[in-house]
């Protein structure tokens, strides 16, 4: 079955460094990829998305490339700052199985 | 553009108790709909979904049950409440047009 993995959390980093999530995905066909985010006691918003190999989903200073050959989908931002403090889903969508599949969620604090 | 809504947005019931919670979706038509639940600390987990009026699928057997008496409404409920019912409880809609999931703002659950 469909499966994501990222890399657990928390992670905390100091505002203006660098931001890396890792995520990596199992999938049979070609799935579309996304990244979600969750501020605190909020719901889910679609941060950004990739519908196939190669292509670059970027939103709000973050960015993401589909590596079919890799099979990640990393999330990267240069340069965070305190409102980027959220967890953070990786996730993928696969028609044949009609839903999201979602990893653990990296939960990221950015302190001032 | 599309809306979604859930209601209530919270609340806090006690063991044997009934739940309803309703999701309603405007601006499109015969949207793919799901309900997810996100336990304390945990992740998302797929419960239901629905491609049309009338058709539900379960993910996961439990206490919970899903009807959509109308093509833009999706009902969650319980007859009896267990404590590990407790959650935030998301809907969704898909965009059929890129397989993008658009989620509602939640509704915590707590029982008591």
């Known amino acids: 079955g469909n499966s994501v993995t990222q890399m657990e959390g928390p992670v905390t980093l100091s505002e203006e460094a660098f931001l890396t999530i890792n995520c990596t995905y199992t999938a049979t066909g070609y799935p579309s990829l996304f990244w979600y985010v969750q501020y605190p006691g909020e719901g889910l918003q679609l941060l950004l998305k990739?519908?196939?190999?190669?292509d670059k989903g970027s939103n709000k200073g973050f960015e993401a490339t589909y590596r079919k050959e890799t099979t990640s989908f990393h999330l990267e931002k240069g340069s965070v700052q305190v409102s980027d403090s959220a967890v953070y889903f990786c996730a993928l969508f696969t028609a044949a199985g009609n839903k999201l599949t979602f990893g653990g969620g990296t939960r990221v604090l950015v302190k001032p | 553009s599309q809306t979604i809504h859930q209601w209530p947005a919270t609340l806090v019931q006690p063991v044997g108790s009934p739940l309803s919670l309703e999701c309603t979706v405007e601006g499109t038509s015969n949207p793919n709909l799901y309900w997810y639940r996100q336990a304390a600390g945990r992740g998302l987990q797929l419960l239901f979904y629905s491609v049309g009026i009338g058709q539900i699928s379960s993910e996961v057997p439990q206490n919970l049950s899903a009807s959509r008496p109308q093509d833009r409404q999706f009902i969650l409920s319980s007859k009896k409440l267990l404590l590990s019912d407790s959650g935030f409880y998301l809907c969704?809609?898909?965009?059929?047009?890129?397989?993008?999931?658009?989620f509602g703002e939640g509704s915590w659950l707590t029982v008591v």
């Open positions: 990739a519908t196939k190999a190669d």
């Open positions: 969704a809609w898909r965009d059929t047009g890129d397989n993008t999931i658009y």
